[in-house]
């Protein structure tokens, strides 16, 4: 930029309009008049005075330059005169800019300055974009504008911005600048619209140049793409609500998947700790769990999420699906084997769950004993009796088009006393080795024996401990060695198993009463003996009578002889 200090025909130009750092730059000075011989060159930043370290005097004879010169800068002449200054490419920097070099008549009068504007190229273009929801530069929404901006780094002069675009429609172009000291930041904002589809791919690039001749410089090249939401809605295959599975089934496998949108949906599963696991394709989401059918799955909810993956869009589904599972009935019984005592109450309670809800029943062989009242029955004994010990079996039944059903039992033990019985025959006196058999029949086996015992009528006569013996766990004896009238009674077998039952008492007893007969020899001695006695008796009557006849006689005789 040339200034006129003093009117005259003195001229300063530059090389070019703008220096470039790094490069030569050239100032000319031409004083159009043949009697300028000789100039003084002056920067006015660094020379105040008339002499300084950049002042130059250049005389137009040979091009003498004068004693005093800043030997960084080449001053050269030529014939006219005119004269020049090179700033060399290396001492060409942005300090530069701004300085004002004079050229004056080194004897006073004309001169004329010019000031040096440095060029700095534009080196950087980048591109931002201004929305509040998404400001990734290469997402757009479908038919919802976007502003982009382009923007340099510093530079001098105003780069020029142009913005290049393919398959988006551009709206209006708005520039602006900012100061970054001296250089200048351009910014173009672009309005920008897009829709899906379409053949051509979109895309977005910034271009800027400040040197004419140069080079653009371009920004990162975007690819755009365009997000939208599906326009179908998600479907579930696999199964369907209320469809009934059986307990062994083959594994299930149920897809999720939803067709369209950009980028695709996510899917999430929410099954049992299953998420699932991805199948996309390039247009369709889809997500599956493999499931296996069991009484577990039964009643299960899993739930399929599918979401676009940008917040902004607000797009979400979600469907559900509800198995139904026919399995066999789950008993619930104490298997534990129930020992109880004659007469004692006993209940056992069963239950049964189960998909159709099964009937329950209690079984004693293959007889029904009872019916439940729906999932449950109890095995029920008020007064149980020693014939009810068995194994009884819980039964859990569920129709349909497949027949189900369980079983448990359980075993019932009842624990009674013994009952005892004596086993004797009658036997002749001095008969030898009779045998009194005692047996015990009741539960446990485990008896204690308490002896005999011989009673006539309620007298105890004799307990025997001698001549017993031990047939069996259930079976004592006794051995008479030789029979006499005095065995004649009842005999009594006293025994236990730690038991009472029904009785008061745990000391249960078998009797029977033993007769012994006359043997032959006996009966014909007592026969001898009875008609021995017989005419004894009838012999001591006539005597008393002859005794009594003569008593008689006296006592008459003798009351006669008194009356005389």
Not at 6 to 29: H, R, Y
Not at 113 to 135: M, R, W
Not at 194 to 203: F, M, S
Not at 252 to 271: D, E, F, R, Y
């Amino acid at each position: 930029m040339c200034f006129m200090i003093t009117e005259s025909a003195w001229t300063l130009t530059g090389s070019s309009e703008f220096a470039v750092a790094g490069e030569s730059f050239t100032l000319t000075c031409n004083p159009q008049d043949s009697n300028a011989i000789a100039v003084t060159w002056k920067r006015l930043d660094i020379d105040t005075t008339a002499t300084g370290t950049s002042r130059a005097s250049v005389e137009a004879n040979g091009c003498m330059i004068g004693s005093e010169y800043d030997p960084q800068y080449q001053y050269t002449c030529e014939p006219g005169p005119v004269y020049k200054l090179t700033i060399p490419a290396n001492v060409m920097t942005n300090s530069q800019n701004n300085k004002i070099w004079r050229c004056e008549h080194s004897f006073g009068g004309a001169a004329v300055e010019y000031q040096i504007k440095v060029q700095v190229p534009v080196s950087s273009i980048s591109i931002q974009a201004d929305n509040a929801v998404n400001q990734q530069v290469n997402v757009i929404y479908e038919n919802i504008p976007k502003t982009y901006y382009c923007i340099t780094n510093g530079c001098r002069p105003k780069a020029n911005v142009t913005v290049t675009t393919t398959g988006v429609t551009k709206g209006q172009l708005t520039e602006s600048t900012t100061q970054n000291g001296d250089l200048i930041i351009t910014r173009v904002s672009q309005v920008t619209t897009a829709k899906r589809g379409g053949n051509t791919i979109k895309t977005l690039q910034c271009l800027a140049v400040n040197i004419q001749g140069r080079q653009p410089i371009m920004s990162q090249l975007f690819t755009l793409d365009v997000y939208y939401i599906p326009s179908v809605e998600p479907t579930l295959t696999g199964y369907t609500n209320g469809t009934v599975l059986y307990e062994g089934d083959k594994d299930l496998t149920v897809n999720c998947q939803q067709s369209g949108g950009c980028p695709l949906s996510v899917i999430a599963w929410s099954c049992g700790g299953q998420t699932g696991t991805s199948n996309n394709t390039k247009t369709v989401a889809s997500s599956y769990v493999q499931l296996t059918v069991n009484r577990n799955l039964n009643r299960k909810t899993c739930t399929c999420t599918v979401r676009h993956p940008d917040n902004y869009l607000a797009y979400t589904r979600t469907l559900y699906v509800t198995f139904t599972v026919y399995y066999t009935p789950i008993i619930t019984l104490d298997t534990t084997n129930i020992t109880v005592e004659e007469g004692d109450y006993l209940s056992r309670q069963c239950y049964a769950i189960g998909n159709p809800t099964p009937s329950i029943k209690w079984y004693r062989g293959n007889s029904e004993l009872i019916s439940g009242i729906g999932t449950s029955a109890a095995l029920v004994f008020s007064n149980i009796d020693r014939n009810q010990t068995d194994s009884y079996l819980c039964k859990a039944t569920a129709t349909g088009k497949r027949n189900f059903e369980s079983s448990k039992s359980v075993s019932v033990v009842v624990y009674y006393p013994p009952s005892v019985t004596v086993a004797l025959q009658n036997a002749s006196e001095n008969t030898t080795n009779v045998v009194f058999t005692c047996n015990a029949d009741g539960f446990p086996t485990n008896y204690t024996y308490h002896g005999w015992n011989h009673y006539i009528g309620n007298t105890l006569v004799r307990a025997y401990t001698e001549f017993t013996t031990m047939l069996s766990d259930s079976n004592r004896k006794i051995t008479i060695p030789k029979v006499t009238f005095k065995d004649t009674g009842t005999y009594h077998c006293v025994v236990e198993n730690g038991f009472h039952g029904r009785q008061t008492n745990v000391l249960q007893q078998g009797s029977s009463y033993f007769d012994v007969r006359e043997s032959e020899s006996s009966k014909y001695d007592t026969t001898s003996a009875a008609i021995g006695g017989a005419i004894g008796s009838i012999l001591t009557l006539i005597v008393i009578a002859v005794i009594i006849t003569v008593f008689i006689l006296y006592r008459r005789r003798t009351n006669r002889g008194k009356s005389r």
